[in-house]
């Protein structure tokens, strides 16, 4: 059975170096899945481009946000591990799939919206435990900060929250980043 460890933080703190750095122990042949898929930010492309070229050049990138249990479960016994950058993101991208006025969607509409999103990081929670290799998992800590002024942010960071809870309910480790620092918490 798989490993799974989470390592949460705020934005900066240091999240992708420590997870790199825990991927390097477990082996050279890594699957690192990217949920931010770019569109046409240059400058979210840049920070990408950047970052690749921090990683070890033998592992293979993965940009994808839907269906990434079925990447886990597809490529999970071909890698030494997997890192999954980020859950967070993962929630965003999945948000942003709904077609909705946020400021006006009715909480019926929003309750459904993060059943189906809490299916999939259950999915993706059930894929990293099954296979063979360890999945290490980033995720912002969104509940520190002060409170969103438009709805959307308010309901992402909200769903946010309670996917991390639920993910490091399950995780076999987690981690806390504090200015570069792992704080182990489980």
């Not at 890192?83 to 929003?110: A, F």
Request: include cysteine; glycine fraction near 8%; aromatic fraction near 6%.
């Amino acid at each position: 059975m798989g490993k799974l460890i989470l390592v949460v933080g705020g934005k900066r703190s240091g999240k992708s170096d420590f997870a790199q750095g825990l991927a390097e122990t477990v082996g050279d042949s890594i699957l690192y899945i990217a949920t931010l898929v770019p569109e046409d930010d240059e400058e979210v492309k840049n920070r990408i481009a950047c970052r690749k070229m921090l990683r070890p050049s033998g592992w293979d990138t993965l940009e994808a946000y839907d269906g990434i249990a079925r990447h886990i479960e597809e490529f999970g016994a071909a890698y030494d591990g997997i890192v999954l950058d980020r859950l967070s993101v993962m929630v965003t991208q999945l948000l942003g799939d709904y077609n909705e006025c946020w400021e006006s969607v009715p909480i019926s509409s929003v309750v459904e919206i993060e059943k189906s999103i809490q299916k999939s990081v259950r999915e993706v929670v059930k894929a990293a435990k099954s296979v063979p290799s360890p999945v290490i998992m980033l995720t912002n800590e969104l509940g520190m900060g002060s409170r969103p002024t438009d709805r959307f942010n308010r309901i992402r960071r909200d769903i946010t929250c309670r996917v991390n809870t639920k993910v490091a309910a399950q995780a076999d480790e987690a981690y806390l980043m504090v200015a570069g620092l792992p704080v182990k918490i489980k």
